[in-house]
């Protein structure tokens, strides 16, 4: 009635920005990503008689309210397969700053729908988990898998072709880093589930976004598998750039960039200049994250690192797979 999960984060290299479906999490587009090791969530999960309802710590604070109730109606999902009315107790620890942009919420709904269906002895694969964690977070599925992913956004009603796939395994590139620079830590102001539905909902640029992104998916997985890093990299660069712009024109404008993301794009441009090719992307908050090959990485995490707005330095590779652990963390 206990187990414990352990997930890495993910970023998109092709975006997810929307969806078709608020409740069951249905996007308009597919999305793609790489799994990063080092940025990782752990989550126990128990469930027992002795409790008398759900409850959820997250780095040692205890959470009350909307993000609660999220992560109870995620284990009201779980229990409804399991046929089980018991509550929970849910332990979550990660090892980076949450709700900043660094793609917390999926290696969180990724841990947690990992620990609650093993402790209520559900035995799922990894498409079954993916819709179920999709529901707590879209990008989740994604962080079920190691490696390079794609959530495949599906086209039926009921959700139940709306899951990820690994494109390849970590291994498939071990050379392509990312270096991760947190500019501040702060919580973002618009979480990303109220950023996207105001996007769709107002931005005159959205229909151009869902134009487009066919493309990027096909040139991105092309990059992936056949390891072309410019091709790639300019992509998630330009995919970026496009999602923020949907969100920059809507009403009341959402702009997630502060002064030192806009002085860390133009020190990734410079360097790029300079021959040392490197790419970056950035989410719903203000972190840079910068696509590099291993052979100029120390150069680069050396040029992030001199920037004084630069507070942390995450050098990550592709990571493994969502898994179970033994190390309960109560
Ligand atoms: C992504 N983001 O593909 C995109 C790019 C942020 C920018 O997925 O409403 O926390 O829980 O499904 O997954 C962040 O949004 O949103 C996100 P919900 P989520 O990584």
Not at 81 to 108: D, E, I, Q
Not at 139 to 165: I, M, N, P
Not at 238 to 249: E, R
Request: positive net charge.
């Amino acid at each position: 009635m206990k187990s414990t999960a352990i997930a890495n984060s993910n970023i998109a290299l092709v975006k997810y920005w929307g969806k078709r479906n608020e409740k069951l999490i249905l996007p308009f587009n597919s999305s793609i990503s790489m799994t990063l090791d080092g940025l990782y969530t752990a989550t126990t999960v128990e469930f027992s008689e002795k409790y008398k309802q759900d409850s959820l710590s997250i780095d040692g604070g205890h959470i009350f309210g909307e993000e609660l109730s999220k992560a109870s109606v995620q284990l009201d999902i779980i229990r409804k397969l399991a046929k089980s009315t018991l509550k929970g107790k849910m332990v979550s620890r990660s090892n980076f700053p949450k709700s900043a942009g660094l793609a917390s919420s999926a290696s969180g709904f990724a841990a947690l729908t990992l620990a609650a269906t093993k402790a209520l002895g559900l035995h799922l694969d990894r498409k079954e988990l993916g819709i179920i964690a999709r529901q707590g977070s879209g990008s989740a599925c994604r962080s079920l898998y190691g490696g390079f992913v794609e959530w495949q956004k599906g086209t039926l009603e009921d959700g139940s072709d709306s899951y990820a796939r690994q494109i390849a395994p970590k291994d498939h590139w071990g050379e392509l880093a990312m270096v991760v620079s947190v500019v501040t830590a702060k919580e973002k102001k618009v979480k990303s589930r109220a950023g996207m539905a105001q996007t769709v909902a107002n931005s005159p640029l959205y229909k151009a976004w869902l134009e487009t992104v066919e493309d990027d998916l096909v040139k991105a997985r092309k990059g992936i598998k056949e390891m072309n890093f410019t091709l790639l990299g300019a992509i998630a660069e330009m995919n970026c750039l496009k999602m923020h712009c949907t969100m920059v024109t809507t009403t009341p404008h959402i702009i997630y960039w502060e002064p030192q993301t806009v002085s860390m794009m133009k020190e990734v441009m410079a360097m790029r200049e300079e021959g040392l090719e490197c790419y970056f992307t950035i989410d719903g908050g203000p972190q840079v994250k910068i696509l590099c090959l291993d052979k100029d990485v120390k150069k680069i995490e050396a040029r992030v690192r001199e920037n004084k707005d630069v507070q942390k330095v995450y050098l990550c590779h592709a990571g493994d797979d969502a898994g179970i652990t033994k190390e309960d963390l109560f």
